[in-house]
């Protein structure tokens, strides 16, 4: 039952998206941005890492032939504003999360707060599934409930992080929503300052542990170092090759395949991938990039101290 949902719900965000398509009428990003490198990162979210340099993205497909057979070895875990408007118009409603600072009216109406900054013990590591499952059942959160994430897209690596957490604890049905509060709201989706109240849900989580990367793993695995090249030069894990964030987004959203495959050309897909930042916001970017393009990847935090 849960497989068929997803598959209903898929088929129609294709549809929505490929009628957008046709009559044209596919939203740009006309507000991405990103924040000056010289911002103040106070907010408790910034325990991931969480870079002003990043800027908002939205996905890109691409119509070539060469492209489309390549996208066979892919998976979109994307919805796009007007697909997700157009289901809220027809009465269709799937879990919303919000991640990142509360400010001003963040909330898409009927979403729950997802408490994100939270899953960190206080030395910095990783609390465990069964304690970071509690957070999220309090909020309202079960395993077999599809849900969406969002944030402003790829900003400060928020979205992806808390994909990457989702999809650590075993939960199946999850994508992250595209574009920015500005973007969503020409789609006529509708904000709110506070989120909406939901009852605690009991979630039991079904790890996959192998998501998240141990030292002894990084032996035998294609290291990503995550990092600017600055970041990179000043020091990194031996045998470590650097993979900048930035290089796996595009103007318009994360970067085509074509892009892709040239970032990614000196992995083997046949081996497994580490990918690691200081804190993680930055390594789940490209950890959700290289998961999107069917790689065996996991992730590794250096450092979660600020």
Excluded at 69 to 87: G, Q, V
Excluded at 109 to 124: A, W, Y
Aim: with cysteine; glycine share 12%.
């Amino acid at each position: 039952m849960r497989n068929d949902r997803r598959l209903l719900w898929r088929i129609g965000a294709l549809l929505v998206v490929g009628a957008s398509l046709i009559g044209g009428a596919l939203a740009g990003c006309s507000s991405c941005s990103g924040g000056g490198s010289g911002g103040t990162w106070s907010s408790g979210l910034a325990f991931i890492g969480a870079s002003p340099e990043a800027v908002s993205v939205m996905e890109k497909t691409s119509g070539t032939e060469a492209v489309q057979a390549e996208e066979s070895n892919t998976a979109s875990y994307a919805i796009a504003s007007d697909a997700l408007s157009e289901y809220q118009r027809e009465g269709s409603k799937r879990l919303m999360a919000y991640v990142g600072v509360p400010e001003g009216e963040p909330y898409i109406e009927g979403s729950i707060h997802m408490p994100l900054e939270r899953v960190f013990n206080q030395d910095g590591t990783l609390k465990p599934p069964a304690e970071i499952a509690s957070l999220f059942g309090a909020a309202g959160i079960s395993e077999d409930e599809p849900l969406i994430i969002y944030g402003d897209y790829f900003v400060n690596g928020y979205d992806t992080f808390a994909f990457w957490i989702m999809k650590w604890l075993g939960h199946e049905e999850v994508d992250l929503l595209e574009g920015t509060k500005e973007t969503r709201e020409r789609e006529g989706i509708m904000f709110v300052a506070n989120p909406t109240p939901k009852a605690a849900e009991t979630y039991t989580p079904d790890s996959d542990l192998n998501l998240l990367a141990t030292a002894d793993q990084l032996e035998g695995a294609q290291v990503v170092d995550a990092r600017s090249p600055a970041e990179y030069a000043a020091g990194h894990l031996e045998g470590a090759i650097n993979i900048d964030y930035s290089k796996v987004m595009g103007a318009d959203g994360l970067a085509d395949e074509q892009a892709l495959r040239q970032t990614f050309s000196g992995l083997d897909k046949n081996l497994p991938v580490v990918v690691y930042s200081n804190k993680g916001g930055q390594a789940s970017i490209v950890w959700y990039a290289l998961y999107t393009q069917g790689y065996q990847v996991s992730l590794y935090i250096l450092d979660n101290q600020s």
